[in-house]
C-alpha cells in the first residue's frame, strides 16, 4: 500500500515517539511505501519519505492551520491510506491517542480553583481545537477511530454518538519490554543516593496540571518526618514552589528505565490521561502503579495484584493507605500484569487496521 502519516512535529530519537518509529518501521518492513506528512522533524527514518508542510500563526491558529495545509497537499497525490496522528480534516484512520480535547477541559474545571472554572477553555485555541475535534469525529471524514483504552472509547460514544462504534478500535499501547528488565536496582539506587531501605516512589512526566504533581508534593511534604520514604521526580517542567526534602528532582532523562528500576512504586495522579505510557513502562518493569480513574491505563491495573485506582487524585489519605499498602508487601518480587504490554503487538494490530482501511473494508 501507499500510505500517508500525518504527526505535526517528529523526531527519531524522542522516547515520546518511540510508538511512531516503531510504527514506520513495521510499515516499511512490510513492504508498504510510507510518506510522513510533518511541520518539522528531527532526525530520518529509512525508507520514509518526508513532506514538509510549513504552518504561520498563533498558537491558538497553527493547529486549524497544519489541518488545512495536509489537506491541500493531500489533494495532489493518491495514497491507499490517510493515517493522521492529529486532528486534521479528512483521514482514512485517526488514532486518537491526546484523547478529547472537551473532556480534558471537564477535567480542569472540576479540578480548578472555583474562581478559575468560568476562564477554563476560554480564549480562541481551545475553540479552534473543539471545532477541529468535532470535525475529526464526524463520520463523514475520519474511517476508522483508534483508541488506546476504554475509557477513550466510552468518551467518543457520549460526546460524538453519530461515530460508529464498529469503526472504532482499541489498541492499548505497548512499550519495549527488554528496555525495562534488567537493569540493576543497586546501582540505579546509588545513582540517586538512594539507601537499600528507602521505599522509593517515583513519576515520570511533563505537565504539572494535568500530571497531579503537585498532589504528590503536598503528600510527600506531610511526611518529611518519614526519613525512608523519597519521591524521585523525572520531569522537564520546572518546579514551583518549594520543593520537600525527601523529593529527589532528576530532570529529563533519556534512561528513564533507571529511574524505574530505582524505585518501589509508580504514583502518576492525573486528572485526565488517555492512556499513560509511564503506566505500562512501570508494570514492564515489575513495580506496582497507584493512578486515577481518569486515566485509561488504570485498565491495566488489577487491584491489590499490581497497583491501586484513586477515583480522586487529592485523596491523600487513600494515597497513604495504597503507599502503606506496598510498603508493608516488602520485596516479593516483580508484580504481575494480565493484559499484554509488547510494543509489537500494537504495531501489528495497527497496521491490521491500515491494510482494513485501505482495503475499503
Given at each position: 500500500m501507499k500510505l500517508a502519516l500525518i504527526r505535526r512535529q517528529f523526531?527519531?530519537?524522542?522516547?515520546?515517539?518511540?510508538?511512531?518509529?516503531?510504527?514506520?518501521?513495521?510499515?516499511?518492513?512490510?513492504?508498504?511505501?510510507?510518506?510522513?506528512?510533518?511541520?518539522?522533524?528531527?532526525?530520518?527514518?529509512?525508507?520514509?519519505?518526508?513532506?514538509?508542510?510549513?504552518?504561520?500563526?498563533?498558537?491558538?491558529?497553527?493547529?486549524?492551520?497544519?489541518?488545512e495545509a495536509v489537506s491541500s497537499e493531500l489533494q495532489h497525490l493518491r495514497f491507499d491510506c490517510v493515517f493522521s496522528l492529529e486532528r486534521t480534516l479528512r483521514q482514512d484512520v485517526y488514532r486518537a491517542g491526546d484523547g478529547l480535547h472537551r473532556v480534558w477541559l471537564e477535567r480542569r474545571r472540576q479540578f480548578a480553583p472555583w474562581w478559575k472554572r468560568p476562564f477554563v477553555g476560554l480564549g480562541a485555541f481551545h475553540r479552534n481545537?473543539?471545532?477541529?475535534?468535532?470535525?475529526?469525529?464526524?463520520?463523514?471524514?475520519?474511517?476508522?477511530?483508534?483508541?488506546?483504552?476504554?475509557?477513550?472509547?466510552d468518551e467518543i460514544a457520549q460526546h460524538f454518538p453519530g461515530f460508529p462504534q464498529e469503526r472504532v478500535h482499541t489498541i492499548r499501547n505497548g512499550v519495549e519490554i527488554r528496555r525495562f528488565t534488567g537493569v540493576s536496582k543497586a546501582k540505579a539506587r546509588k545513582r540517586f543516593g538512594l539507601e537499600e531501605n528507602d521505599f522509593v516512589l517515583v513519576f515520570v512526566g511533563s505537565g504539572w496540571e494535568r500530571k497531579g504533581l503537585p498532589w504528590?508534593?503536598?503528600?510527600?511534604?506531610?511526611?518529611?518526618?518519614?526519613?525512608?520514604?523519597?519521591?524521585?521526580?523525572?520531569?522537564?517542567?520546572?518546579?514551583?514552589?518549594?520543593?520537600?526534602?525527601?523529593?529527589?528532582?532528576?530532570g529529563p532523562m533519556p534512561d528513564v528505565e533507571a529511574a524505574y528500576a530505582a524505585a518501589d512504586v509508580l504514583t502518576f495522579l492525573p486528572i485526565y490521561e488517555p492512556c499513560s505510557n509511564v503506566v505500562s513502562e512501570a508494570l514492564a518493569t515489575g513495580i506496582p502503579v497507584i493512578t486515577t480513574s481518569f486515566n485509561g491505563a488504570s485498565e491495566l491495573i488489577d487491584p491489590g495484584i499490581n497497583g491501586h485506582v484513586l477515583h480522586d487524585p487529592r485523596?491523600?489519605?487513600?494515597?497513604?493507605?495504597?503507599?502503606?499498602?506496598?510498603?508493608?508487601?516488602?520485596?516479593?518480587?516483580?508484580?504481575?500484569?494480565?493484559?499484554?504490554?509488547?510494543?509489537?503487538?500494537?504495531?501489528?494490530?495497527?497496521?491490521?487496521?491500515?491494510e482494513l482501511a485501505g482495503r475499503g473494508a
Open positions: 523526531s527519531a530519537t524522542g522516547g515520546a515517539e518511540l510508538y511512531v518509529q516503531r510504527l514506520l518501521g513495521a510499515l516499511t518492513a512490510a513492504g508498504h511505501e510510507t510518506h510522513l506528512f510533518a511541520e518539522k522533524w528531527q532526525g530520518q527514518a529509512q525508507g520514509v519519505q518526508f513532506h514538509s508542510i510549513n504552518v504561520h500563526g498563533s498558537r491558538a491558529e497553527r493547529p486549524r492551520n497544519f489541518a481545537m473543539m471545532e477541529l475535534e468535532a470535525r475529526t469525529f464526524d463520520p463523514a471524514n475520519t474511517g476508522r477511530i483508534i483508541v488506546n483504552s476504554e475509557m477513550v472509547r504528590l508534593l503536598k503528600f510527600m511534604a506531610g511526611h518529611c518526618d518519614d526519613p525512608h520514604l523519597k519521591l524521585l521526580v523525572v520531569t522537564r517542567d520546572r518546579m514551583r514552589g518549594k520543593i520537600p526534602p525527601n523529593v529527589i528532582l532528576t485523596d491523600m489519605a487513600t494515597l497513604g493507605m495504597c503507599i502503606n499498602h506496598w510498603r508493608a508487601r516488602g520485596n516479593a518480587g516483580p508484580v504481575k500484569t494480565r493484559l499484554p504490554l509488547d510494543l509489537d503487538l500494537n504495531v501489528m494490530l495497527t497496521l491490521q487496521v491500515l
